[in-house]
């Protein structure tokens, strides 16, 4: 599917809001770093570039819409199990947090291609919780790596191990067909000097088995004399392969006449990636890359994420994209990208990252606070040509208050409303006496019919919502 914005957009807004308008399978690769709900409050410092930049981590019913638990009920019952899970062990800012996430991560989810994949950028504090939205989301078997960045090192807890580390959830669309580049990261120099401990004229290298050891057993077809050495467990190479590997000069005999494999540093791709990421710090505080924007990571973690899980032109979106770090290191590898962010303020420093970045090649950032419409959902008629069908699937029935109605005095309205970007596909339609519609506005069907039972006029759980 194409996506219906153009590339190098970044928004500010609700994410939600923008992720609604988003055409459906159209993102390779989202990173998000959402707020942890570490119940604290960031804002960055006075005189920094970022200054005045903030955003909250605190969580209470209050931050979350009412009509976002009906919706999860509905979209996925197993979700909303864990969220009143989470709030029996934890309490209510817990519940408040993940039903935040929740509601974004399914919308996430509706936008990947079937390649596609998320990284969730987390940590201890709801990490756990987090997970298990997103086996339900993703499906337990798309869930690939659980990867730990070890964020600092200078951290002295008194009475506990020393947290030094953040989580990154690796959840691919489809376990079986996800983007996958093998990325390899330098070697350190400690293990340079460790293990490369030879030099000749061609430059450092180690050596490595050519013959097979007693726990890897015989293979007969591989075992043959080669210049009056015969290996008891056999060679790892057929006689060709180590005859022109000696002809190359790679094979080196040790002094009690074993042979080995050289193996040049300079013609190793480095160590492959794995799941604990130590060799990169955060932003220090005089990094060319520092904004002072409050929790900015670092470029090379995004660059080496980007790298294993996108291709060039590929499309990349981070929908809590903060100073814009996924978006910048998107651009550097040449992949399409979008961001979204609440804070105006992140705005301003993000469009000037991003030109400082790129100079003038920069000037196509575009800025939007609209709502992009989606262009997915193929042609819909008129939304009122549907009103007979709904009169059908109804019965009569006003969808608010379950009172049976002529034809000509219900309504057609929209259940998630056209300014929250709900379609005018039939799906997304309802009829509504007048009082109902006039009572509902441009809120949710679950905001209307709390205030129907409230009034007495519906029963609590008196038949489905909308259509
Ligand atoms: C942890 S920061 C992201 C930092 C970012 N990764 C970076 O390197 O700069 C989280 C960001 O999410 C944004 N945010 C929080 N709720 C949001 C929402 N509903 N929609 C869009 N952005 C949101 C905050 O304004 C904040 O900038």
Known sequence: MIFNWRNRTLWTG????????????????????????????YSAPIGSEAAGAAFKDTWTLSDVDEAWHGEIADRQPALYAIIDAADLAHGKGMKSYLIMMAIRLLEM?????P?????????????????????????????????????????????RWGAVHDTILFYANGASSFCWNRTYTPHTPDYIEKFYRHRDGRGRYRLHEIIRTASMGERPNLSYEYKGYTPRWGWRRVREKVEALDRDRRIEWSDSGRPYLKRYLHEQ???????????IPPVSAHAAERTGYPTQKPLALLDRIIR???????MVLDPFCGCATALVAADRLNRQWAGIDLSPLAANLV???????????????????????????????NYRTHKHTLYGRQEGVCGGCRILFPFRNLTVDHVIPRAKCGSDHIDNLQLLCGACNSMKGTDSQEQLVIRLVEQGIRQQGAGNDGN
């Open 14 to 41: 609700d994410n939600l809001d923008v992720m609604r308008g988003m055409n459906s399978e159209s993102v390779d690769l989202i990173y998000l770093d959402p707020p942890f709900n570490s119940n604290t409050d």
């Open 109 to 113: 989810h509706r936008l990947l291609k």
């Open 115 to 159: 390649t596609g994949s998320l990284y969730l950028h987390c940590d201890p504090t709801a990490g756990h919780y987090l997970k298990t939205l997103m086996d339900v989301i993703f499906g337990r078997s798309n869930f690939i790596n659980e990867i730990i960045w070890q964020r600092t090192s200078s951290r002295n807890d008194a009475r």
């Open 269 to 279: 791709s480095g160590t492959p990636v794995r799941d604990v990421i130590s060799d």
């Open 308 to 314: 294993a899980s996108s291709n060039e032109d590929d």
């Open 351 to 381: 469009l000037k990252r991003l030109r400082d970045d790129r100079g003038a090649l920069f000037d196509d950032v575009i800025h939007r606070t609209d709502i992009p419409r989606r262009t997915d959902l193929g042609d819909v008629p």
